[in-house]
């Protein structure tokens, strides 16, 4: 008897009858993956995507062109992988900015494939954000207007097509998107060559060497072989000073807690949303899928020779090992971390906010399966034409999410993200934030049964926008509400 046939034949069951048959079909257990090529690892060189030129700049904009094209790239040695890339590359080109200064952005879809691009952490109006029907079609071209009027800050350029986000980005639609401003570039940090973006993801490959990717029966895509900047399991050449790393949770579904092999500290300077007020050192850094984190590594303290690895101390051992940094020279750079970074300009809270609740929670679908499971929000699947919230302009309000495992069997890790508006979290579980998420965000890990409040507002545009979970098949699968800013 195959996992359907036990399902299809159980009719009406009561719920927590039904939760203890889903034993059998949930989890990784219920995989049917195939076997993984083996991927060197620690001896291929981290790859920088390259930074995009404008194609044009005027006094007060510039100017992108991107085609949205299969490529054909060797990513595992001797093998070669489809990939559907921005400007064929995996990962896109980054796009780096100016503060005030717009980014028109054409995106051609030759993909065979719709997409849609949405501006992960962008200040963007309705009509550019992404909406997942705003759909291009293969061969059509649409211009994204971003006005960047926000602080620095580390965003991410990613699709977002209905009910296909989750294979789009996969297959390789995503890219950085960074905003300089004056204020940053007063500060001695790390620059150039020294300030480096580190895009995390895992994928699985076939043994051609295509991409392998299934939804996990809608519970998040975890793959088994580890990427950085598109390259399994990276070395890195390092010199003896400080180095900046912008790091992104780019994976479909999978949580990361950074640490160095070593036992050393290393320094957070910024979240989500740009710069903290000061540096706080860690030893660890929990970071959930589309969140960012800005380190700085200070590898003066190691001598020429010394190996150190990036870790995911969330993983099992052999997915716990990221990519090695290799100190290769004795090179002094300049870069400081100042004890002061910024004005955050923190909201206050208001005495008698709009609060509003946002559930994160499985609800049984008969019709669905297997599993018989659909994410939703607040009850609710996403649907496009329906209003969840109006949120006011400018006004500041208290959200509170909310991970609901009404049965523990169906408790997911989620995360909830804020199209339009970064948020300042209050309180986790009625008590302090964590001391890595006190900054600006504009997503947040929920584990089970986890909840938060919020102080968000939502600036410079009206229109439609979204709140939905990241992992990207509890997305697709219509973890997602529709609120319009009015
Ligand atoms: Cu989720």
Known sequence: MNRRTVLGGMGVLGAASLASRLVIVSGRAADRRPPSIAAPRFQLPLKIPPVLEPAARTETQDEYDIVQREAELEILPGHITRIWGYQGCFPGPTIRVRRNRTAVVRHTNQLATHTVVHLHGGITPADSDGFPMDMVKSGESRTYTYPNRQRACTLWYHDHAMDRTGENIYRGLAGFYIIEDEEELALPLPRGSFDIPLLLQDRTFNTDGSLHYDTGRHMGFEGDVMLVNGVPWPRMDVSTCKYRFRVLNGSNARFFELALSNGDPFTLIGTDGGLLPEPVPLKALPLSMAERAEVVIDFSRYTPGTKIFLLNKREKPELTQLMRFEVANREANEAKIPARLSDPRFLNRPKTPTIR??????????SEGPPPIVWTMNGKRFDPDRIDAKVSLGEI?????????????LGRPHNAHTHLGHFQILERNGKQPFVHERGWKDTIALEKGEEALVMVRFEQFRGRYLLHCHNLEHEDHAMMSRFDVV
């Open 357 to 366: 609740t946002w559930d994160f929670r499985a609800g049984f679908s008969l």
């Open 397 to 409: 309000e208290l959200w509170h999410f909310r991970n609901q495992a009404p049965l523990r069997l």
